[in-house]
């Protein structure tokens, strides 16, 4: 069968339209897909990493209380010295946890640790630290207000250059408080005392 030109012409127009709309369709459901996964993706990220207040900071020491030894005290917050050692409270009258390790009430050893010995004719914060006895309570206050208490279950003794890692690590699954201090006569020429108190205290 011969077909007019007429009528060849118009069945090009016809097809020419219908592949437009085809066309018009594919890349509208395409761009369709596009904004409901783009939309999809922000829902599950949203679920994944929902915004959250971060609390970590209220749960930080604040205050140190002692009341065998009538000692209240504000915590410093300190890391590791360049020689890889505790660092200590800038001030004599506060002490200072080691923020590198756990927090009082987490499992693990918290460590706190103050100044010991007169300077400037004034007493520091853990002269009387020796006066713990095992069943002595000590109370840790953090910035909401809470308090967590320890209970005192020894005093132990290490010479200056002892290995002390077990002062700063546990295993038992359980929160520790452990409250470290110098001890004895003080040396002129090392500029140092000879030892170091540490009081071990477990959660209540």
Known sequence: MTLSKRTLLLIIIVEVIISSMCLFYIIKQNVHIVENKTANDDLILSQEVPFQKNELDNRLPKKLKIPAIGLESIVEY???TPEGQMDVPK???NVAWYNLGARPGDIGSAVIAGH????????????NLYKL????KIFVEDNDGTIVTFVVRE???YSENADASD??????????LN???CEGEWNKFSKSYPSR???FADKE
């Open 179 to 181: 409250l470290v201090a």
């Open 167 to 176: 002062v700063f690590i546990s295993d038992d699954g359980k929160a520790h």
């Open 197 to 199: 108190l540490v009081v």
């Open 78 to 80: 300190v890391g590791m």
């Open 133 to 136: 006895r095992a069943g002595d």
């Open 155 to 157: 005093n132990r003794r």
């Open 91 to 93: 001030s004599q009258d």
């Open 116 to 127: 010991y010995g007169w300077l400037a004719k004034k007493a520091s914060v853990f002269d």
